[in-house]
């Protein structure tokens, strides 16, 4: 197993486009989560899933967009990019078993300019 | 709005033993009190979980009070490696387990 995958890792982006942040697991879990993490901050929860076509909104969600077509696939959609969302973002998974282990991916790093 | 409160940060000597506070006073009857730390960017990884009942593993014990509203992250014999942000949430076991919110977690620093 690959567990959780992101990409890209590193993307600059300028004020005002858009882009995608892609999120894959592939143990078959259930929820899935994204995170940010601003410098010498913790986590914050942006949105999250419970199952395929199941969205739901956490902490910080404005400026962000998320789909859930697939069990396998939750993608981040950042519309119109400010530097406010210059950030490290984090993808989890967890399944339904309650072994408590949260899968992360290995971060994506955006800086808006 | 995170269920938990920590200490922002903790020293410790290394070999020493390391106990990581984490307060959870409105826990509910079927939530697990989770443990994960964070090493420089990392994402984070997970410790140990528990219900009610101590729990030991290769990595740390949790002691979880009676009333279940805090418990103690136990590293027995602290390292250099150690060093990193450490996180206590809580989340239920089964159903909508909706949203997982870290809050701002505890920095342990171990010192030669």
């Known amino acids: 197993n690959a567990g959780v995958t992101q990409t890209p890792k590193f993307r600059i982006l300028k004020i005002g486009q858009s882009m995608t942040l892609q999120c894959t697991q592939d143990m078959n879990h259930n929820y899935m989560y994204w995170y940010r993490q601003d410098p010498g901050m913790g986590l914050k929860l942006i949105y999250y899933?419970?199952?395929?076509?199941?969205?739901d909104k956490g902490e910080v969600p404005n400026g962000y967009n998320v789909s859930r077509s697939t069990t396998e696939d939750f993608p981040l959609r950042l519309e119109l990019a400010a530097p406010s969302q210059t950030s490290v973002y984090f993808c989890a998974s967890i399944g339904l078993a309650n072994t408590g282990e949260l899968f992360f991916g290995e971060g994506s790093r955006l800086t808006v300019l | 709005d995170a269920k938990t409160t920590q200490p922002p940060s903790m020293d410790c000597a290394e070999g020493r033993a390391a106990n990581l506070p984490c307060n959870h006073s409105?826990?509910?009857?079927?939530?697990?009190v989770y443990w994960y730390r964070q090493i420089h960017s990392q994402g984070p990884q997970y410790i140990i979980h528990g219900l009610k009942n101590n729990e030991t593993n290769e990595m740390a014990s949790l002691i979880i009070t009676e009333d279940r509203k805090s418990s103690t992250l136990i590293l027995p014999h602290a390292t250099l490696r150690d060093t990193a942000v450490y996180y206590c949430i809580v989340r239920a076991s089964s159903g909508n387990t909706g949203k997982l919110i870290f809050g701002q977690g505890t920095t342990l620093q171990v010192k030669p």
């Open positions: 409105t826990i509910s009857g079927n939530e697990y």
């Open positions: 899933s419970v199952g395929a076509g199941i969205t």
